[in-house]
C-alpha cells in the first residue's frame, strides 16, 4: 500500500522561501508520477508540478515556474522547494502519486490514485 506523509508547512511572508517534504513509502517508485497539487479555500485543486521518477524530469504550472522547485532523493522523499512566495499561494499542498501516468503534464487530481493528508501553506503579505 502506497503511503504518502507531507511535511514542511506553515506561516510566511510574502517574498520567504519554505520546503515541503513529501515521504512515499510502500512501493519502489519507480515508474511513478509523483506531483503536487494545492488547494485554496473554495477553489478546485490546482496541479503546481509532477516529478517523472523514471528520469527525475518534472513539469511545473506557469504560476510557479521559475520559483518552486521539485526534487527526490534516494530515500523516495519528494521535496517542493517554494521561493519569492506570495499570498496567491496560500492553501494546502497535497503530494500525490499513480504508477500509470508517469511523463503526463498536465494531470487532473482526480485521476491520481494515491493522496496524503496535506501541509497547510500560508503566505502573508
Known amino acids: 500500500e502506497v503511503h504518502l506523509v507531507e511535511s514542511g508547512g506553515g506561516l510566511v511572508q510574502a517574498g520567504g522561501s519554505l520546503r515541503l517534504s513529501c515521504a512515499a513509502s510502500g512501493s519502489t517508485f519507480r515508474d511513478y508520477a509523483i506531483c503536487w497539487f494545492r488547494q485554496a479555500p473554495g477553489k478546485e485543486h490546482e496541479g503546481v508540478s509532477c516529478?517523472?521518477?523514471?528520469?527525475?524530469?518534472t513539469d511545473y504550472a506557469a504560476s510557479v515556474m521559475g520559483r518552486f522547485t521539485m526534487s527526490i532523493d534516494t530515500k523516495n522523499t519528494v521535496y517542493l522547494q517554494m521561493n519569492n512566495l506570495k499570498p496567491e499561494d496560500t492553501a494546502v499542498y497535497y503530494c500525490?502519486?499513480?504508477?500509470?501516468?508517469?511523463?503526463?503534464?498536465?494531470?487532473?487530481?482526480?485521476?491520481?490514485?494515491?493522496w496524503g493528508n496535506g501541509t497547510l501553506v500560508t503566505v502573508s503579505s
Open positions: 516529478l517523472d521518477t523514471r528520469d527525475g524530469s
Open positions: 500525490a502519486a499513480d504508477a500509470a501516468l508517469a511523463g503526463i503534464w498536465p494531470l487532473p487530481a482526480s485521476i491520481l490514485d494515491y
